[in-house]
């Protein structure tokens, strides 16, 4: 054979080739049911188990490219057994099966609807549910998809042996239509699902649906009667008009002409929208005997009145709305990552003051009318017209057209600048009126919930409130950098004129407080220490100038020659305890605060108390920038010493004071004073015939030099260890840079000790034990936030206000129409469901569901239908059969559970 042949003959073999199946490995179905098998094993679960709390377990299943959710579900009897004894006693079911058998007969759980439709309808206490994981793709499964499903689960709960009944979905989910199986010596129960979009007009009432049951056994005789269970359920879908206003607040709908923020400030709690969709009443007749009542096409005796039982419940929407709180708080959350700042947004010349404008209303009072007592304004009014609307107001009436067009003018620049609306001149005057003109600050501040914010009602608590409410209603992040502007320009003032801002709290800068709050208590130690400081100026040069000076007495030529010998002499012998030569000539004592009560100085004379300066505090970021600094220094001699003369700055400024107020004072006295412990005593000794500690000794002591080298100067006229003007400036500065991040990040948990303190007073209101119980578990989870928790943290408290916001609107919902009856309040709010016990309660909901003129008309009918009777023959074993109905204008569902005998029964 050529070449070619060869060739030929292999390309023909290569189309032969055919592929073998492998019968011995596991098909996808086999490995399916294994999968189901092992998950079941692994459960531990079994129809003979003893239920004490409900219980559900869940696990995902693959099989032909599609995903399904495998299902335990089991709940415990409500009190004890509630079979009718009239059918139990028929039932000729074995032990192995007489749960089921007899569950179909139990009306422990029907139609409980906080249960799984299959626990209700059917009234089985456990079962195993296989059904399509839920998407908006995929929520149907055909009748074969159902049927192939339900023969898994047979196959693996008969490998377990836990004799569980088992289900499979069949159609829509929504509908609660499913395939079921159950089998276990000598009987079996096949469960099935119709699901019809309109009842038929027979099977509209419970005559029908008899007539219906009955067609599903095999035989039936007169004797044969269907024991029966209904529910009418009616249904009031627009019933909260009224909840609407009661969520009227001047935030939301400000009167025409009016600033939404005049009269202070009251943040709205409640939801955006209603979540509840519907209010149900649900009447029902929990057992009566066919032929009982009438209910048919003519005629029903079962009417609202007549039922034994009376509930309400409601159906919410599916995701509950979003709170006014959580959307404030979410908002200024969302900020943490804008890093650009406020004076970007509405420019740089909104933080400078416009030239024409006058510093304040006095100076534009004097140039405008060369008079400046002429009106009788008070000084807090007249001396911020730029931030004061009322007080303009006040001027134009007063003082005729040129100062109206001063006013205008002066009011209207920042919006003007800004260019946005939103934020009106109104509205700026308002809140910064509110913030330092008459701030209205209670008597009681409690302590924040969130540590680290700023002390309840405090400046920087209203303002973070204000500053949250401009970000939701005025214009957003514009809004608030317009207000922003004008704000640091209000700070600005406040120092330039020495006016301490009404903080609320008037303590030192302290380091538990957002950064925030510590830059406005420094802020206004500058302001207060400043004027101290002018003032002890003017009082000094006062002094000076007065000829009543204390002075001591004169001295003759010769007693000066001796004091100076005498000195000269103590020094050469005793240096660390002699004063300079320098100050010896000082001899009137000056700042002197007062004389102390016990001391004496070494010579016996008394010894004065100086004035001195405060070192003034730092704020949580300037501490830090030292320690900084300080460590970038190194460990070298220089920077020790370095180290040494900055911090020393504080104890030479003390002993020149010291020295200024005690002429002729020696270390000692001053060491007594400014470090009593550095003075030892010995038992026995007097106070005066001490020595110095060990650390004072040597040459290089620094103490000892700084003594030496310092001459006596008083506070007043000494350097300034506080410079006020530089500081105040940096924190001006610290202001005006201030990025959006920032200022949401440290207002932040002042807004949210605020929700705090609303919900718990909510609280107080509603006395419900659920509301109640969320919120302090709300205020519990904000106590743990720290500065340093991550933003899950924040928004997982941001999240559970919400749900108490929800829970709010809830109750003033339902208070509106059922009124306020604590018990029923407190159910449907904890279950979605209240039993009405009280008749003489029926009359008011018959009001609410019952409109003028007009039958009340259930939306939905549910039946079931149970009974004992022999299948599949006459001579079969007595078994329990139920069926249920759910009857509506625009559904029909039948779920049927009806038994069958499988063992020979020999007659």
């Known amino acids: 054979m050529t070449a070619l042949g060869v060739e030929a003959e292999y390309e023909d073999n290569l189309h032969q080739v055919f592929e073998i199946t492998d019968y011995t490995t596991a098909s996808p179905l086999e490995k399916f049911i294994d999968e189901v098998e092992?998950?079941?094993?692994?459960?531990?679960?079994?129809?003979?188990?003893?239920?004490?709390?409900?219980?559900?377990?869940?696990?995902?299943?693959?099989?032909?490219?599609?995903?399904?959710?495998?299902?335990?579900?089991?709940?415990?009897?409500?009190g004890g057994s509630a079979l009718y004894p009239e059918l139990t006693r028929q039932l000729e079911a074995s032990e192995a099966s007489v749960q089921v058998t007899a569950a179909l007969l139990s009306n422990d759980l029907d139609f409980a609807s906080n249960l799984h439709p299959i626990h209700a309808r059917f009234g089985l206490k456990r079962f195993v549910l296989c059904q399509p994981v839920i998407s908006k793709y995929s929520t149907k499964v055909s009748q074969s998809e159902a049927k192939l499903l339900l023969s898994c689960l047979t196959i693996a709960i008969q490998h377990t042996d836990s004799q569980l009944p088992v289900f499979a979905q069949d159609g829509d989910v929504k509908h609660g239509t499913y395939l079921g199986h159950f089998a276990?010596?000598?009987?079996?129960?096949?469960?099935?699902?119709?699901?019809?979009?309109?009842?038929?007009?027979?099977?509209?009432?419970?005559a029908g649906l008899v007539t219906?049951?009955?067609?599903?056994?095999?035989?039936?005789?007169?004797?044969?009667?269907?024991?029966?269970?209904?529910?009418?359920?009616?249904?009031l879908r627009n019933w909260f008009s009224a909840w609407k206003p009661s969520l009227q607040n001047r935030l939301l709908h400000p009167s025409s002409g009016q600033s939404r923020y005049e009269g202070g400030l009251q943040l709205v709690v409640g939801s955006l929208s209603d979540s509840?969709?519907?209010?149900?009443?649900?009447?029902?007749?929990?057992?009566?005997?066919?032929?009982t009542l009438v209910d048919n096409a003519v005629y029903s005796d079962l009417s609202p009145l007549s039922a034994p039982e009376w509930s309400l419940g409601y159906d919410e929407e599916e995701h509950r709305g979003v709170g006014h709180l959580e959307r404030l708080l979410s908002r200024m959350l969302s900020q943490h990552e804008r890093h650009e700042q406020y004076r970007d947004v509405v420019g740089e010349e909104a933080f400078q003051d416009v030239e024409?404008?006058?510093?304040?209303?006095?100076?534009?009072?004097?140039?405008?009318?060369?008079?400046?007592?002429?009106?009788?304004?008070?000084?807090?009014?007249?001396?911020?017209v730029r931030r004061v609307g009322r007080v303009g107001r006040q001027l134009r009436k007063k003082l005729g057209s040129v100062m109206e067009q001063t006013v205008e003018r002066t009011v209207k620049t920042v919006t003007q600048r800004s260019g946005d609306e939103n934020v009106s001149d109104s509205d700026l005057d308002a809140i910064l009126s509110a913030l330092f003109v008459k701030p209205d600050l209670p008597a009681i501040v409690t302590e924040p919930t969130v540590g680290f914010g700023a002390p309840i009602h405090s400046l920087t608590h209203r303002l973070a409130q204000y500053l949250a409410c401009l970000d939701q209603y005025n214009g957003g992040t514009k809004g608030v950098a317009v207000f922003w502007a004008e704000m640091v320009l209000e700070l600005r003032w406040h120092w330039e004129n020495l006016k301490l801002m009404p903080l609320g709290d008037e303590a030192m800068?302290?380091?538990?407080?957002?950064?925030?709050?510590?830059?406005?208590?420094f802020l206004n130690y500058c302001i207060q220490r400043q004027s101290n400081v002018n003032d002890q100026r003017s009082g000094t040069r006062k002094a000076a100038s007065t000829e009543d000076v204390f002075h001591l007495c004169p001295e003759d030529d010769e007693g000066v020659r001796q004091r100076l010998e005498k000195v000269k002499l103590e020094a050469k012998q005793n240096p660390s305890r002699t004063a300079s030569s320098a100050d010896r000539e000082v001899v009137e004592p000056l700042g002197v605060k007062e004389v102390h009560a016990t001391l004496k100085r070494?010579?016996?004379?008394?010894?004065?108390?100086?004035?001195?300066?405060?070192?003034?505090?730092?704020?949580?970021?300037?501490?830090?920038?030292?320690?900084?600094e300080l460590l970038a220094m190194g460990e070298s001699e220089d920077a020790v010493a370095t180290r040494a003369q900055d911090q020393s700055l504080s104890l030479r400024s003390d002993m020149q004071a010291f020295k200024a107020a005690n002429p002729g004072c020696e270390l000692p006295d001053f060491v007594r004073w400014h470090s009593p412990r550095d003075w030892i005593v010995k038992e026995g000794q007097d106070s005066t015939e001490g020595t110095l500690s060990s650390r004072f000794e040597g040459e290089d002591n620094l103490w000892v030099k700084l003594w030496s080298s310092t001459r006596a100067v008083p506070a007043a006229r000494q350097k300034q260890l506080f410079d006020c003007t530089r500081q105040a400036e940096e924190t001006l500065q610290f202001f005006e840079t201030m990025t959006i991040a920032d200022l949401n990040v440290q207002l932040l948990p002042c807004v949210l000790n605020e929700a705090v303190y609303l919900v718990q007073e909510l609280a107080k209101e509603h006395r419900s034990s659920a509301f109640q119980t969320q919120v302090e578990a709300f205020a519990h989870g904000c106590s743990t936030l720290r500065q340093d928790s991550d933003v899950d943290q924040w928004e997982d408290c941001i999240r559970q206000l919400g749900y108490?916001?929800?829970?709010?609107?809830?109750?003033?919902?339902?208070?509106?129409?059922?009124?306020?009856?604590?018990?029923?309040?407190?159910?449907?709010?904890?279950?979605?469901?209240?039993?009405?016990?009280?008749?003489?309660?029926?009359?008011?909901?018959?009001?609410?569901?019952?409109?003028?003129?007009?039958?009340?008309r259930p939306e939905t009918q549910e039946f079931v239908l149970r009974t004992v009777a022999s299948a599949p023959r006459a001579s079969s074993r007595r078994l329990s059969h139920r069926m249920y109905a759910h009857v509506a204008d625009e559904r029909f569902i039948i779920n049927g559970a009806f038994g069958s005998e499988t063992a020979l029964t020999l007659t």
């Open 38 to 78: 092992k998950t079941i094993r692994r459960w531990q679960v079994s129809l003979f188990d003893n239920v004490t709390t409900p219980r559900t377990l869940k696990h995902e299943l693959t099989l032909s490219g599609r995903t399904y959710e495998l299902v335990y579900s089991e709940v415990p009897s409500k």
């Open 804 to 856: 108490i916001e929800h829970l709010h609107s809830k109750l003033l919902a339902l208070r509106d129409k059922l009124g306020d009856d604590k018990a029923l309040l407190e159910s449907l709010l904890t279950n979605k469901s209240a039993a009405i016990h009280d008749n003489a309660f029926r009359p008011r909901i018959l009001q609410v569901f019952q409109p003028e003129d007009e039958d009340m």
């Open 212 to 235: 219906l049951f009955k067609s599903k056994l095999p035989e039936v005789d007169d004797s044969l009667k269907a024991i029966i269970s209904a529910r009418f359920t009616y249904t």
């Open 184 to 206: 276990a010596v000598p009987c079996r129960v096949e469960f099935t699902s119709t699901a019809l979009p309109k009842p038929p007009k027979a099977y509209r009432h419970v």
């Open 276 to 291: 509840i969709v519907a209010l149900k009443l649900m009447t029902a007749w929990p057992r009566f005997k066919e032929q």
């Open 602 to 628: 070494l010579d016996g004379s008394p010894l004065n108390v100086p004035i001195t300066q405060d070192p003034g505090p730092m704020t949580e970021d300037m501490l830090k920038a030292k320690e900084m």
């Open 509 to 521: 800068p302290d380091l538990k407080w957002t950064l925030f709050h510590q830059k406005l208590q």
């Open 356 to 384: 024409e404008r006058p510093k304040d209303g006095k100076k534009a009072f004097e140039v405008l009318t060369g008079r400046a007592e002429a009106v009788g304004l008070g000084d807090d009014l007249v001396e911020n």
